[in-house]
């Protein structure tokens, strides 16, 4: 796709600094995602430097631990998409929704969750046998008497959709549920769940109206401990969303309650994004980025083992900076990260562009021609082979980043459902 049509496409006016940033610094894999047909060709699958990120790797052990489930609920999924994504006449959320789609393969299809199904199971197949993928749910915004609010839900995935999408995965994909801690079902839902084998339980306070430091968190922590789940809550900025108002929810020190209380915690994007209160000197009103108030998580030696980081939307253009360099650089820290995708955003092309990569430092330049020819087959193979070759003054991220499984050892796999059964 050329500029001139690609740059029409993002709707001229309303995008012109994007625009004008994506002129100078254009990806080799263009900007709209024109989805191939057919799949990645075999000799692109075949090539070294794809061969290679499989180098000391256990593929049984490679769980991509971040990947979100796109639709617009017109299959029946129940998926809730904010009407405002859907209109031209919003562009600010209009256009992240089509890139969302986009990025999905689903943006032209009639059947948006038919298409996005057939899109993610046909680039999970050009994984080695053994990789899992563990998608995750969304539970609606619910206000402080605990109830559901559609209207201020950005999105919401069921876990019943999710449930049976994993199980139609043929063995590729395990679950990830989520349920809003102050549902009056809350305990209720979190044990129906866990019987039905989700892996753990996804958050994102900012967009879903939770305090991971709230009290009323208690007894859902305390759940969570006895039945073996993991909170995998995002931390830092929320970017991907328009009109995030509480920021301030995704502090990482607010997720230390969780850890009070015996749970494991996965930081999604090793809260890389804005800045928060420092909690520890509240009186002081500093500000402090929130990468550095997760490192200060890790730093803390009651909670080795059960405080993580995960790195999705980690090679992001807007995280190609100290973040980035500190993660590769102590090796210290790779036993406390665990590699995700963030699927579909890897697939939003100019977002993570392999000539920028390059470009900043973190990547061979001779690497930039085959992997941004991945990028436009694959993006969640090419987000996963790129981070297998990032590398920084001579480090490089060590296996044990990639072989995630170990974080989910002691959670209780109960039998799936099969596609279409009752529960």
Known sequence: MNRRRALAWLAGGAAAAAGGLLWRHWPEEGVINDCPPGGTP???LDHPAVRAAWRDLDPAQVWDVHVHVVGAGDGGTGIHVDPRMRSPWHPTHYLRYRFYLNAACAGDA???????????????????PGVRFLLLAFDWFHDAG????????SFAVPNDYVERLAAASGGRCGWIASVHPYRADAL??????????????????QVMGIDPASPRCDRFYEALVRLGLPLLSHAGHEYAMADVEAQELGNPLRLRR??????????????????????????SGRRIDNFDLFLRLLKAPQWEGRVFGDLSA????????????????????????LNGSDYPLPGVLPLFPARL?????????????????????????YDFVLKRHLRWQGHRFAPQVFETRRVFRHVARAPQRKEGEET
Not at 195 to 200: C, E, F, K, Q, Y
Not at 261 to 281: F, K, N, S, W
Not at 365 to 377: G, I, T
């Open 146 to 153: 605990g109830r559901p609010r559609p209207q201020r839900s």
């Open 357 to 381: 990569v390059a470009a900043s430092g973190f990547l061979d330049e001779a690497l930039v021609p085959v992997l941004a020819r991945l990028h436009r087959h694959n993006p969640l193979l």
């Open 258 to 283: 969780a850890l009070e209380h015996g749970v494991t915690v996965i930081v999604a994007h090793c809260a890389a994004g804005g800045a928060g209160t420092d909690l520890d000197r509240p009186r």
């Open 314 to 337: 980690i090679a992001q253009i807007n995280r190609l900076g100290r973040p980035m360099r500190t993660l590769i650089s102590r090796g210290e820290l790779h036993a406390r990260l």
């Open 110 to 128: 009639a059947a948006v969750d038919a298409a996005a199904k057939a899109s993610l199971f046909r680039r999970l197949a050009e994984f080695p």
């Open 188 to 205: 209720e839902a979190l044990e129906r769940v866990a019987a039905r084998g989700a892996l753990g339980v996804k958050w994102l306070p």
């Open 42 to 44: 075999p000799e692109l």
